[in-house]
């Protein structure tokens, strides 16, 4: 999966916001410079918030990487939905490039145009990092997505998905099925180990595993995020390892896969977990006839919750729930367990 972020590790409150479950402080007045507004009076609760009701007309530039991968086109996907959602929005898509210099020259094109809000889900956060401090010092608040700038100073908002939080997640839910389990044995089937998030959901998978000392992680691969590396390198991992326990996959695209290659070994003495929350693979946790008992999600709902946000910057508005007067710097989505027993919960937010 050609994801790349890094979510800003700061803590905070969970709150509901754009149909995610997220980490963060509520949304509420609009600032186009990362310098805090100063009221002259203290929040009273009766600032105002941005609703479904039409308000001041709001242009919002979109510009994401190319839909290569079934979350990437997931994105596009909900952001121009939500877009629709909203009569006084205009959303101004890109075309996506994996290329940086083309993707650059798309968002100069943008901020040309003097759009209200910039939506950026960069191909590469650090490349891009110039066009986006280009953004703000122009005056257009810039909404990072995902794939997190080199400056703070080059976005508003920072909103994206945990990396460390699936795989703790993933490691908690395989911990738990098999803490009675004696000598048990699990094996990761991982990302691009050259991409920090690969390094991320690692961490955190090996962090969880810590709680449970009667579980040795006894093999690892690394995949690459495709159908086809999921499928050569999960045959290579059974080959090499005849018994275990779990397995912790870390993108449901390259599962596919590696379900395959499972299929083929007539392989069914482990349970499997997997990443983001694709529909095939809640689909495969619902009929409950195979290993595969849970994916943990990394929502591409993301680039919904980054559209509100960029209608309340352009509006002038936040998100009630909080009395804080400031939108905030940086979102963190939570990364939920799918199972059989809450599928159905999570279903409308799977991605094909």
Known sequence: MPRNSASPGTTRRGILFGGAAVSATVLLSACTSNEPSKPDTPATGNQPVADDKPGKKVTIGFAGPQADHGWLNAINVNARERAKKYSDVTLDITEGSN?????????????????????????????????????????????????????????????????YGMGLNAGRFIGEQLK????????????????????????????????????????RQAADFTVESGQ????QLLQAQPKFDALWNHDDDQGVGALRAIAQAGRKDFLMVGGAGAKSAMDAIKADNGVLKATVLYPPTMSASAIDLARALGQGKGVGGMSELEIPASITLYSAVVTKENVDQYMPQAFT
Do not use: H
């Open 99 to 163: 290329d940086t210099a083309a993707q650059i020259g798309q968002i100069q094109t943008l901020i040309n145009k003097k759009v209200d809000v910039l939506v950026i889900l960069p191909t590469d956060g650090k490349a891009l990092t110039s066009i986006g401090l280009q953004a703000m010092k122009a005056g257009i608040p810039v909404v990072n997505l995902d794939r997190v700038f080199a400056s703070q100073q080059a976005y508003r908002c920072w909103i994206g998905g945990d990396n």
């Open 180 to 219: 009675g389990k004696a000598n048990a044995k699990v094996v990761e089937l991982a990302g691009v180990d050259s991409l920090e998030l690969t390094k991320l959901r690692s961490q955190g998978f090996d962090d969880a595993l810590k709680n449970y000392p009667n579980i040795t992680k006894v093999a």
């Open 232 to 235: 050569a390198k999960m045959a």
